[in-house]
């Protein structure tokens, strides 16, 4: 049976369609779920590939905070299939990835060009859950997506999101041509930090990653040295001027745990910066005579640079991008969303996952 939904569409959408809900931590069912409509600003788009992403596990396989219900996935990449009424910018049949949510524009750090700061910005907390991808269709606003450049894959246009991401972490880094840069966790944030890198014609690059399947990686993405965190240098507080032998300019932290970032402080050489980029609920102590004394510098990395997904896709679209590499071999559907949460938190499995909503 089919129905239409409001706005224009290029023919009918079904009524109904199957999307992967969460109900607790570690449960999530195949559920037909009704197909949403445009509103006037919105667009609905037929899903081709969603990745899973770190904060997917915390929320879906740990239980961070996401209420029961709720349809996740925010890495997305999909063909627009019907369009609100005040849409004129897009049609029906475009391929498009979801971007970066429309921030307020007036607020001084948006008009610093530092969108990720809004101070008009939804608490990530607090704010409201709207169903994200993990679903044969998703309703977005036709403002925060984006248009794929022309020979972009669908499926490596997917990876725009944490790309988008990891440019960021590079752009408060400050990290040039020259400079050394250790990269903490070789995930998919690592990962594609490290592919970005090298991109960016940064070569000497380390990768720190207690997993063998995510060193392989990170050496075939081009890192220079991949070592265990294991095997790096910390320092008692009565020593706060010590340098590691390894010690880089910038050191990017994807990973988000409390000993890896408090392994990661040790590694930044004098005048040199941590840019915090995984999230965790452990929280590190860092000695402040370490910082005083080599003037380092520690800081944060939250979502996107402005114009990073343009960035991330045209960066995705460029000749020699491991794009095929930093992903996992197929895809999943639905169903398989729970054993890759899995494998993806144990390590098991090294690249980005590839959800296709359609495939059975």
């Known amino acids: 049976m089919s129905g239409s939904p409001g706005g224009a569409n290029g023919g009918s959408l079904p009524d109904v369609m199957s999307a992967a809900v969460y109900q607790s931590p570690g449960v999530v069912t195949v559920e037909e779920r009704p197909v949403p409509g445009p509103g006037s600003d919105q667009v609905v788009v037929r899903v081709h590939a969603c990745g899973i992403c770190g904060s997917d596990i915390h929320q879906l396989r740990d239980g961070w905070g996401l209420p029961k219900g709720v349809?996740?996935?925010?890495?997305?990449?999909?063909?627009?299939?019907?369009?609100?009424?005040?849409?004129?910018?897009?049609?029906?049949?475009?391929?498009?990835?979801?971007?970066?949510?429309?921030?307020?524009?007036?607020?001084?750090?948006?008009?610093?060009?530092?969108?990720?700061?809004?101070?008009?910005?939804?608490?990530?907390?607090?704010?409201?859950?709207?169903?994200?991808?993990?679903?044969?269709?998703?309703?977005?606003?036709?403002?925060?997506?984006?248009?794929?450049?022309?020979?972009?894959?669908?499926?490596?246009?997917?990876?725009?999101?944490?790309?988008?991401v990891a440019l960021h972490g590079i752009t408060r880094s400050g990290a040039t041509p020259g400079d050394s840069v250790m990269v903490f966790g070789a995930g998919p944030i690592g990962a594609l930090s490290i592919a970005a890198l090298r991109a960016m014609d940064i070569t000497d690059v380390t990768a720190v990653e207690p997993n063998e399947n995510r060193r392989r990686l990170a050496a075939e993405l081009g890192a220079k040295e991949v070592v265990d965190p294991a095997d790096l240098e910390v320092f008692p507080s009565w020593e706060p001027e010590r340098q590691s032998a390894r010690a880089a300019h910038v050191v990017l932290e994807c990973s988000g745990h409390r000993a890896a970032l408090e392994t990661a402080f040790c590694q930044v050489r004098r005048g040199g910066i941590l840019v915090m980029v995984g999230a965790g609920i452990d929280h590190p102590t860092f000695d402040i005579n370490r910082m005083i004394l080599n003037e380092l510098t520690v800081t944060g990395s939250f979502i996107y640079d402005l114009g990073g997904f343009e960035h991330a896709l045209d960066l995705l679209a460029s000749d020699g991008f491991p794009a095929e590499q930093l992903i996992e071999p197929g895809t999943i559907g639905l169903g398989g969303i729970v054993d890759a949460l899995e494998g993806l938190a144990v390590g098991r499995i090294a690249g980005k996952v590839m959800v296709a909503p359609e495939a059975r």
């Open 71 to 164: 349809v996740a996935g925010h890495e997305w990449s999909g063909t627009i299939v019907a369009v609100g009424d005040e849409v004129t910018n897009w049609s029906v049949g475009e391929l498009v990835v979801g971007g970066a949510s429309p921030k307020c524009g007036t607020c001084r750090r948006c008009l610093e060009g530092k969108p990720s700061q809004c101070e008009n910005r939804h608490s990530m907390s607090t704010g409201e859950h709207t169903d994200g991808a993990f679903a044969e269709y998703i309703v977005a606003r036709a403002a925060g997506v984006v248009r794929l450049p022309e020979g972009l894959s669908p499926r490596h246009a997917a990876l725009a999101e944490p790309l988008s």
